[in-house]
């Protein structure tokens, strides 16, 4: 059986997703966040698991937030400060707190300003990963707006001619209601792939496909082991959307890179580039990421009931429209992730041996009581 990315997919034990999300709520109070922040962080991981988005759900858990809280380098405790505010805008300092609590946080703000204004738009600096930009974008569309997300990451991307790791993999993501039970949402990195994905592709022993990685000597990379040591040494680099050519449009995606940039450091005074890198005088340190929330009420411009028929029709137009041979089916963003979303409520979340490996690590470390059926 072949699965999304490529690899021969066993059949593997599934979990349920309350029982997923609990688990990971007593992981992150296990190592000090706050009962309320825990749900929130469990929350937006278990949205990504559900959704199909295996990078960054529960697989994220031991690597990116239960070690960094043991390191030091990421605060349990998130304290947000607003450091800056207008009707429509705010900008707050999440002083390397929970991502997913100060991104929350953010939306939520960037609502309520919609709401009393039209539009709001709220930039963060100081925080942390946030897991996955689409569960803030939705926030906006099941209030009945447009919302818009980005955020800088650690140096992965490569610019165009270029073979050094300067920008973040920097995902922008969009969500629209529709008529339908789910809204239009796309939440894409700005690289061809992103580094969660090639730990997916590792946690497999299976290649990365030619043109994702450049190296220094400017010829793709495909061992995925060796490319995420690589990545971590600036030995290799992601290429942007498009490719490594100009060819190839691969211009595109490093411009997009770069307003996602911009947006994330510029406009609120954060740190950018390689002063993301986590690592300072061969120290560890917090990652200072920067993110950007946009919020626009559809009813300031026309009615919400109205809107969503249009978007419903141009979606579904999409899809009915004449197929490559070969194909049966045409999808629209959001689409996918919707019927994965209903199937593994139902069946339970995947998790491969490798991830069992590391939940068994944290149910010891932590002297959690669970019953897994692995």
Known sequence: M?????????????????????????????????????????????????????????????????????????????????VREGPTTAVLDGNNGMGHVIAKKAMEIAIEK??????????????????????YTNMAADAGMIGVSGTNARPSIAPTFG?????????????????????FSLD???????RGKIEVYARHNRPVPEGWVIGHDGQSKTDPHEILKDLTAGLAALS????????????KGYGYATVVEILSAAL???????????????????????????????????????????????LRQLRASKKAPGHDRIYTAGEKEYYTRLERSEQGIPIGESLQKEIKELISELSLEYDFPF
């Open 240 to 251: 942007p959307l498009g490719g490594i050519s100009e060819e190839t449009a691969g211009y």
């Open 2 to 82: 072949q699965g999304r990315y490529g690899q021969t997919v066993e059949i593997v034990p599934r979990v349920s997703a309350d029982v997923l999300e609990q688990f990971m709520v007593d992981v992150f109070t296990g190592v000090g966040v706050p009962i309320e922040d825990a749900k929130i962080c469990a929350e937006v991981l278990i949205a990504a698991d559900l959704a199909g988005i295996d990078s960054h759900g529960i697989s994220r858990l031991k690597p990116i937030y239960y070690t960094r809280i043991k390191e030091g380098i990421l605060s349990p405790i998130t304290k947000i400060d607003i």
């Open 188 to 194: 894409c990195a700005t690289s061809t792939a992103q």
């Open 268 to 314: 609120q005074g954060g740190p950018f580039l390689k002063a993301l890198t986590g690592i300072q005088d061969g120290k560890k340190v917090p990652h200072r990421l920067g993110h950007f929330f946009i919020a626009i009420d559809i009813s300031a411009f026309t009615e919400l009931e109205e809107f969503k028929r249009i978007t419903g029709e141009i």
């Open 163 to 183: 073979v050094e790791n300067m920008l973040g993999t920097n995902p922008l993501a969009f969500a629209m209601p529709s008529d339908e039970p789910f809204p």
């Open 114 to 135: 919609a709401s009393e204004y039209g539009m709001g738009m709220v930039a963060v600096r100081n925080s942390s990963h946030y897991g996955i930009a689409g569960y």
